[in-house]
């Protein structure tokens, strides 16, 4: 087996469609590359030939801002990445072929089977029709004094409109994301927000987008950018003013579940990281794993 670079985006594309299985919103080409830019990226995917056979890829790009080759898309879509091989036991001759500085998140749990990866964080998802797709059967599956306690701070939200697919909402969504997070905030960086812009505005043109945004008092006080995809509904980021109207976060997770149930979506996916709040809605979860060299 020989190996080659390849930096042409056309070609990356190319080799990405003959291994992509297009069942998950990120594994589409149109989707992962919203996030690249070429001011800010270079294309490095790692091709693994026999003879003149594409045998596999590992779909890498240079973060010039960063010194760093990541998986392609960066952290946004670093959920289930797969490492496109037709014979996973040749994967460490791949893995070889990166270079150093290469950090790798957000890899599926199945990678794990053929290489010792690192453990990344836990990604949460609702397998909803373990529920027979029913809020009310989800809902009774908390705990009481959860359940109780839920009842009672929805009840003290103020009244509240719910709009749908307002992409003018988006830059209300940044704005509360900042306010709340600070420089932790991953919309402070400016590829990352034209990225989810990008993506938003090609889900609304599929047919595919559910973003929603909750307005009290005439003002907008929560965005969810959520994309129904191949019976998944993704809730893929959000921000609420939940320092000014306290569980705010809580009436947006309810209004994903009742949405993803009306979409007859198998699995409401919700994400890596914030295990803290999740863990309280009983959601599934896995590790994602990571490769760091």
């Known amino acids: ?44 995917f790692i091709v693994g030939y026999n003879k003149k056979r594409v045998n596999g890829v590992i779909p890498l ?64 998802y609702l397998n909803l029709s373990r529920y027979n797709y029913s809020f009310e059967k989800y809902f009774s599956s908390l705990d009481k004094k959860r359940q109780k306690n839920l009842r009672w701070e929805l009840k003290n939200i103020p009244e509240y409109k719910v709009y749908l697919n307002r992409i003018k909402d988006y830059k209300r969504l940044v ?44 003002k907008v006080e929560a965005v969810d950018v959520c994309i129904s995809f191949n019976n998944r509904y993704y809730a893929l980021i959000g921000s609420a003013n939940c320092q000014k109207i306290p569980n705010l976060g809580k009436l947006m997770t309810i209004l994903n579940i009742q949405n993803a149930i009306k979409k007859k979506a198998r699995c409401a996916e919700f994400g890596a990281s914030a295990d803290h709040w999740k863990n309280m809605w009983r959601f599934d979860k896995d590790m994602l794993l990571k490769f760091v060299k």
């Not at 390849?6 to 996030?35: A, I, M, P, T």
């Not at 037709?86 to 199945?110: A, R, S, W, Y």
């Not at 034209?194 to 599929?206: D, N, Q, S, V």
């Open 1 to 44: 087996m020989h190996f080659k670079i390849c930096d042409e985006v056309d070609e990356c594309k190319s080799v990405w469609n003959l291994f992509s299985s297009n069942k998950r919103l990120f594994d589409v080409w149109d989707y992962r590359s919203c996030f690249f830019d070429k001011r800010y990226h270079k294309p490095y």
């Open 61 to 124: 790009v240079f973060v010039k801002g960063k010194n760093q080759y990541s998986y392609i898309g960066g952290w946004f879509t670093a959920e289930r990445n797969s490492l496109y091989l037709k014979d996973k036991t040749k994967l460490k001759n791949f893995l070889e072929q990166c270079p150093n500085n290469t950090f790798m998140e957000g890899l599926d749990i199945k990678e794990g089977k053929y290489h010792n990866f690192l453990n990344d964080q836990y990604t949460h």
């Open 175 to 218: 704005e509360l994301n900042i306010k709340r997070y600070g420089e932790e905030s991953k919309l402070n960086d400016k590829t990352i927000r034209k990225g989810i812009l990008r993506m938003i505005k090609l889900a609304k043109e599929k047919g595919i987008l559910d973003m929603i945004s909750v307005e009290i008092n005439n």
